[in-house]
């Protein structure tokens, strides 16, 4: 552990400044500080428990999602032994990876089709917006435009 931290688990001027402080602030922080204080030399053993629990979990998970990886680009999973079961599922691997071709080409089409359906849209909002503003404006003569009726008592 580093003993020369400014804030580190002890009873230095840094650390008593930082936990009233924090009383004044708002008391759970300074709760908080204290209990850093006193029991904060403990949290670094608790930190290397909890990294060596966690590691065989994580390391799992990362072996099951490079499988997941492989059978979603073609590549084959290791033989059962069961030599029709293995015909069965390659089968059906290139079935379903061939499924989602299909809908990444669909989803791509409607991509297309979503754009170009926006850019109509902005078209005719931009062009009707071009009318109106070169659309000629009556000239008033300086009398004053008549206010539209909010259907309340003026």
């Given at each position: 552990?580093?003993t020369h ?15 009233v402080?924090?009383?004044?602030v708002?008391?759970?922080l300074g709760?908080?500080?204290l209990a850093y204080?006193?029991?904060g030399?403990?949290l670094?053993?608790?930190k290397?428990?909890?990294n060596?629990a ?12 490079d ?8 590549h084959?999973m ?10 069965w599922r ?6 379903l ?6 809908l990444?080409e ?10 170009e359906?926006?850019?109509a849209?902005d078209q005719?909002?931009?062009?009707r917006?071009?009318?109106?503003r070169?659309?000629?404006?009556p ?9 539209p009726a909010t259907?309340?008592?003026?």
């Amino acid at each position: 552990m580093n003993t020369h931290a400014l804030i580190r688990p002890a009873w230095t001027p840094a650390t008593i400044a930082l936990m009233v402080l924090g009383f004044v602030v708002f008391w759970p922080l300074g709760l908080a500080m204290l209990a850093y204080i006193i029991w904060g030399d403990r949290l670094e053993g608790f930190k290397r428990d909890a990294n060596r629990a966690t590691d065989g979990i994580f390391a799992g998970c990362r072996r099951g999602a490079d499988k997941a990886h492989r059978w979603g680009h073609g590549h084959h999973m290791s033989r059962t032994g069961n030599v029709a079961f293995d015909e069965w599922r390659e089968k059906e691997l290139e079935r379903l990876a061939e499924e989602r071709r299909k809908l990444d080409e669909t989803l791509a089409e409607f991509d297309t089709y979503a754009r170009e359906l926006r850019r109509a849209k902005d078209q005719e909002e931009f062009s009707r917006f071009m009318a109106e503003r070169n659309r000629p404006r009556p000239e008033t003569g300086g009398a004053e435009q008549p206010k539209p009726a909010t259907g309340l008592l003026d």
